[in-house]
C-alpha cells in the first residue's frame, strides 16, 4: 500500500462502503421475496457464520431458492473488502509481515499464477474470510484470489440451497 496512513484510513472507509453496499443490496432482494424478517436472519448469519450455515438457513427458513442463495453469497461478500485492505495495512505498518509476504511472493513461482484455483474447492471448508487471508498472504494476486473465493462461494451456497431443498422434497413430499 502507498502512502501514508492516512491513505490507509480512506481506502479502509471506501471498503467500510462497498462492504456496506453489499449488505443492503442483499437486504433489498431479500426484502423483494416479501420477508424481510427473515431476510435480517439471513444476511446476519452469512456475516457471521460464513456462507455454508446461512445457506442451510436458506432451506430452514423455506426462503426462495435463488433469491436465498443471492442474499448469502452478497451478504457474505461484505466483510472481504475490508479485510483486504485491514492485511494491506497490517503489511504496510509492520515491516515483519511485508517482509514474509515478500519472502511467500519470491518462492511462489507458478503457484502465485495458478494458486488460487485451489480455493474453489477449498473455499466451502475453509471459508471464504480464511481463503481470502490466506491468498493474502501468500501473496496471490488478489483478483484471482477474489474470483476463485466467489465461485467457490456460489457453487457451495447454490449446492447446499437446492439440495437442501431437493431433501425436504424427497422425505416431505410435494
Known sequence: MQGGWNQGVKYMIAASGIGALLVLSALFLGHLSGRPLQTLSLVGSSVVLECQPAAALVVALRFPRFLGA??????????????????????????WAARHVERANKRAGWVSRYGPLMFIPLCPALGAYACVAIGKGLAFRPAWTLGATVVGMMWSAVAIVYGGHWVIHLILGP
Open 70 to 95: 443471492l442474499v448469502v453469497l452478497l451478504a457474505n461478500l461484505a466483510p472481504i473488502p475490508v479485510i483486504v485492505v485491514g492485511l494491506d495495512l497490517i503489511v504496510w505498518h509492520w515491516p
